[in-house]
């Protein structure tokens, strides 16, 4: 059983890791204490596993129950669903046919999404394609290849890279930057190390950067824009890349990533050490989970921002101490997301936005205040979602500071460990019915609808007026306005 009471049916998934560990059905009935047969009616999904069978199986064979729970082949799930959505693709597929063929063969499902991926940047970059405008921006968005394959590397992580995890706890202890104020701690080892002096530089002067650094002159200049937090992470940054910078270039060669994506994966990487710098995991993760997660809190506490708490707190994946799996979106006004994470299975469209129903939209509203909200995906997840607005960086009378909006959540059977859900009575919530974007979503009657879904026939009725003014199929073939 799961924590939310669901039976745990996990045949392929078993079946994966028994033939990846190279042993029988009978040598892991063994090493489990159940029979053969036992282990043959879970693999072909006659029988769910326990969750006392289930601990037993990440303690021998030493993983995360989510991992053989598969939060990753969810994700893999969704965004096969998503492609599988593509008019290109005149079948509908089943849920439950993508979810066997994802359990069966993960390596044959990302196969058929890198396949779906250069369909369309081939389709894009035919001059003669007869393609829509929307469906033009559609692809604009999910053309951006280097951003995509940095995303899918944390994600396939988990959004947690150990390495360097390890690496910037042992240096926070060696400075050590919980007791001594981190700016001054942070530059003194830039200056003595490595000979580097920062600077804080009038606006006039960095009219166009927050953070430039000169190797000639050994300046690391940083924007009088950026706020305390800023800075503190800006010259982490800097000591991640001058002290930690094999570390950082293996990782990148051990990914293989393409030449375009090389140096936004070393920034990412060298951001991450930044981070984990800041926050070192042990005591992060400690005092987070004393706090119940009060991500403001956790920002007063270790000096860094609110995005930045949020953001460490999806990366604490460490198997022998983990965090809740949190996922994390930042949103503008229209909605553009520019950063995405995701430590459990929370599937995000890798195009046409987040559904407006979600109350990372609705808190530009009131700024600065913390929102809560309980959301119900279409294949029946449940999530506690909290959101608030950020301003990034200090802004002026003439050039007003970007302000975002900050999503943070977790599956619903983690909200009880939240100082956010603490007066709430989570089971007579109704969870709002979210979907990934209007494109994609197949919920009927919606009134916040801004498109019909990309994979059903479009119908306009001249005698109705519904909820919706968009009419299409229902995956049973029945129409209905949405």
């Not at 994700?75 to 998503?82: D, F, K, S, Y």
């Not at 929102?371 to 999530?383: E, H, K, L």
């Not at 019909?452 to 209905?480: C, D, L, V």
Request: aromatic share 8%; net charge neutral; hydrophobic share 35%.
């Amino acid at each position: 059983m799961t924590e939310r009471g669901e039976k745990l049916i996990i045949g392929a998934r078993l079946k994966r890791l028994r033939r990846t560990l190279g042993i029988t059905q009978a040598q892991m009935a063994h090493d489990l204490g159940v029979s053969p047969s036992y282990v043959t009616l879970i693999e072909a999904n006659q029988r769910p596993i326990s969750a006392k069978l289930l601990l037993r199986l990440s303690e021998v064979y030493d993983f995360a129950p989510r991992d053989i729970a598969g939060a990753q082949d969810m994700q893999l799930q969704g965004e096969v669903e998503a492609a599988l959505k593509d008019p290109v693709f005149a079948e509908t597929v089943a849920r439950s046919e993508i979810e066997d063929a994802v359990n069966a063969s993960p390596g044959l499902a990302r196969a058929l999404l890198r396949l779906h991926d250069l369909y369309r940047s081939m389709a894009r970059a035919s001059e003669d394609s007869p393609l829509s405008d929307r469906e033009k921006v559609e692809m604009l968005e999910q053309s951006a290849r280097p951003v995509d394959e940095v995303r899918s590397y944390l994600q396939a992580r988990s959004n947690h890279i150990d390495s360097l995890d390890r690496a910037a706890e042992a240096l926070a202890e060696e400075l050590p930057i919980d007791r001594t104020e981190p700016q001054i701690v942070l530059s003194e080892r830039l200056r003595e190390r490595h000979g580097f002096r920062v600077r804080i530089l009038p606006h006039e002067v960095m009219p166009d950067h927050l953070r430039l650094m000169d190797p000639h002159r050994k300046h690391l200049n940083l924007s009088e824009r950026l706020d305390q937090p800023g800075r503190r992470f800006q010259i982490a940054v800097q000591l991640a890349r001058l002290e930690y910078g094999e570390l950082i270039e293996k990782e990148v060669q051990a990914a293989r990533f393409s030449p375009e994506a090389v140096p936004l994966a070393r920034a990412s990487l060298a951001n991450y050490f930044g981070a984990a710098l800041l926050m070192p995991y042990s005591r992060f993760l400690r005092n987070a989970e004393t706090e119940h997660y009060d991500v403001e809190l956790l920002s007063q506490r270790f000096g860094t921002s609110y995005e930045q708490v949020a953001h460490r707190l999806t990366t604490l994946q460490r198997p022998e101490a983990r965090g809740i799996p949190f996922f994390f979106v930042r949103m503008d006004r229209a909605g553009n997301v520019s950063k995405r994470f995701s430590a459990g299975r929370f599937h995000f469209s890798k195009f046409g936005g987040s559904c407006p129903l979600w109350n990372v939209h609705s808190c530009f509203e009131q700024p600065d205040r913390v929102q809560t909200q309980v959301i119900g995906m279409p294949d029946g997840t449940a999530y506690f979602s909290i959101a608030r607005t950020v301003t990034r960086h200090i802004g002026s009378y003439s050039e007003p500071a970007a302000r975002f909006a900050i999503g943070l959540g977790c599956d619903i059977a983690y909200a009880p460990r939240l100082i956010y859900a603490r007066s709430l009575d989570l089971t007579q919530i109704r969870p709002t019915p979210v979907g990934v974007n209007c494109y994609l979503c197949e919920r009927q009657n919606c009134a916040s609808r801004a498109y019909p879904p990309i994979n059903r026939p479009f119908r306009f009725s001249e005698r109705e007026r519904g909820i919706s003014s968009f009419h299409f199929e229902s995956p049973h073939g029945e129409e209905g306005g949405s």
